[in-house]
């Protein structure tokens, strides 16, 4: 059997840029797929959530008219065709977007359709097709799967990849986790007109988010008729009902029911490395089967690497094809490149949407003496022609140096206005220098550019070139 460079298992933005990142290096490299190029990025999480998430937006906009003199009849849903739009543009992403030109042009070798790999040792994988690959190193980009819980009944809930393929609009659903993946699931299907109840088991939603954060997109979700239950308590079982579903839940003592025709669990994630063998060949793995690394992404086993989901660390696209550059390299020239990034961008497609880059205010005010700017959405002017007043930006300014360390955004286009302040943060750019870059009147964008002077301002950091003094006297 020839003796490969790389083998690289999984083909999501981990294993692409990992594949990509090594031939490029000049590494004989392998790519095997089990099923589809392109992986959950472009499969099962990102792209098929857009794509309902764009419906919603759609929706809203459209529900909207009115209040700009467009007379219309309620928009009204059809859902098959809906999910017919999300079949093409998962393949159009598989197809185009996702760098299969790329890969063949750089001459991977790409085993398509292999089913499940596994080890045999640690040079050598095997797969359900009868595939057989030595290499002298080997990337684990597997990524995860939803968490199942060994609760009764369990197996009657659906996860958000069962909620995607449903032919019709449920009249109701639970949804239980309040993180990202349940946020959206609960707010895409409000838009389409399910009734929906959102349990989670902390005190707030989002609980990796800004507090602040937090409330908002509580506070918009029950203003749009989802019931939000935060500390709802314990989940004791799930049984049928002659319509759908029923959970049975406890709290201080009480038992509780709910039922919905449909209770989407989005309860954590878990690595996909089941079926990899890893016994055999040593690697390592934590209570939920993520691999451990160290920083430079190598495994117990030193010819074995891992980038993406499959670490448990970032479950972000950005962080995974990060990871997979960073694998790469470090398998075909050494141990030596870090990974991690301080921008770390994360943000969801919910109404209102929420976004963050860079340190939490929490997590900087761990560190750093830190002085926050805030600015709320019902006082810009975009916002208010667009009648989307809801939520606030926050920029995380470091005292000492002026430096920006972090911004928070919720409300309409929050993912787009954090960009740029990814982009400051990336150039290590001081919160007066940010004031001063010209942004045009009247956008989300420059809604960063009034927050930033406002924390120039806090600062008494002169100002000499008023950028974005429009919005201010607007
Ligand atoms: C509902 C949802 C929405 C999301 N929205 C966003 C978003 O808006 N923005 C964002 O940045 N991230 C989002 N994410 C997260 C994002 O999808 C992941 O972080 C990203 O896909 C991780 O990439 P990866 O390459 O590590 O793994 P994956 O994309 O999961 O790819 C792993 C691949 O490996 C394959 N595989 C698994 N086991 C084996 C095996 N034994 N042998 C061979 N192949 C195997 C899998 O089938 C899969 O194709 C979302 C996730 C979900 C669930």
Redesign the pocket.
Same mark, same amino acid.
């Given at each position: 059997m020839e003796l490969l460079d790389v083998i690289v298992?999984? %083909?999501?933005?981990?294993?692409v840029f990992a594949a990509l990142r090594a031939a490029d290096l000049g590494a004989k490299t392998a790519l +095997?797929?089990?099923?589809?190029f392109g992986?959950? %990025?472009a499969n099962?999480?990102?792209v098929p +959530?857009?794509t309902l998430a764009q419906a919603a937006r759609l929706l809203r906009e459209a529900r909207q008219l009115g209040m700009f003199g467009i007379a219309v009849s309620e928009p009204v849903l059809n859902y098959p065709r809906l999910l017919e739009r999300v079949r093409t543009v998962v393949n159009d992403v598989r197809m185009h977007s996702a760098l299969r030109a790329q890969i063949d042009s750089v001459q991977v070798t790409v085993h398509d359709h292999a089913g499940?790999?596994?080890f045999v040792d640690s040079h050598t994988i095997e797969?359900e097709s009868g595939l057989q690959l030595r290499g002298k190193k080997i990337i684990i980009?597997?990524?995860?799967v939803s968490r199942r819980l060994s609760l009764p009944g369990f197996e009657l809930t659906a996860t958000?990849s069962d909620a995607w393929r449903l032919t019709s609009v449920p009249q109701s659903m639970l949804v239980i986790g309040g993180g990202a993946?349940g946020a959206?699931v609960a707010s895409i299907f409000n838009a389409f007109g399910s009734k929906i109840e959102l349990f989670e088991a902390g005190p707030r939603i989002l609980a990796t988010e800004d507090e602040d954060v937090s409330a908002v997109v509580a506070d918009s979700f029950r203003g749009a008729g989802i019931r939000v239950h935060e500390s709802f308590g314990k989940i004791e079982s799930f049984e049928k009902t002659p319509s759908g579903v029923r959970m049975i839940f406890s709290k201080n003592g009480a038992l509780n029911g709910a039922e919905a025709a449909l209770i989407v669990a989005a309860v954590g994630w878990v690595a996909?490395t089941a079926? =990899?063998n890893f016994l055999k060949v040593g690697v390592e793995i934590d209570h939920r089967g993520f691999v451990r690394v160290d920083p430079y992404l190598q495994t117990s086993v030193p010819n074995i690497f891992a980038?993406?989901? +499959?670490t448990g660390r970032m479950? =972000?696209?950005?962080q995974?094809i990060q990871d997979g550059f960073v694998a790469a390299t470090n398998a075909v020239r050494g141990a030596k490149k870090v990974s991690g990034s301080p921008v770390n961008p994360i943000?969801?497609?919910t109404d209102p949407e929420y976004a963050q880059v860079g340190l939490s205010e929490r997590k900087a005010r761990e560190k750093h003496d830190v002085l926050t700017a805030v600015v709320n959405f019902d006082s810009t002017t975009r916002t208010i022609i667009d009648g989307r007043t809801t939520g606030f930006c926050k920029l995380i300014v470091d005292r000492g140096t002026s430096k920006i360390l972090g911004c928070h955004v919720v409300g309409e286009r929050a993912v787009d206005i954090t960009q740029v302040a990814a982009i400051a943060i990336t150039a290590g750019m001081r919160v007066d220098d940010l004031a001063q870059v010209p942004l045009s009147f009247p956008t989300y964008i420059a809604i960063l550019g009034r927050v930033a002077a406002s924390a120039a301002r806090q600062l008494n950091l002169k100002v000499t070139w008023q950028a974005n003094h429009a919005e201010d006297v607007a």
């Open positions: 298992i999984g %083909a999501g933005p981990a294993g +095997v797929i089990r099923d589809e992986g959950m %990025a099962d999480g990102p +959530v857009r499940t790999a596994r797969t980009c597997t990524g995860g958000h993946t959206q996909d079926t =990899l980038a993406g989901d +499959v479950m =972000l696209v950005p995974a943000g969801s497609f």
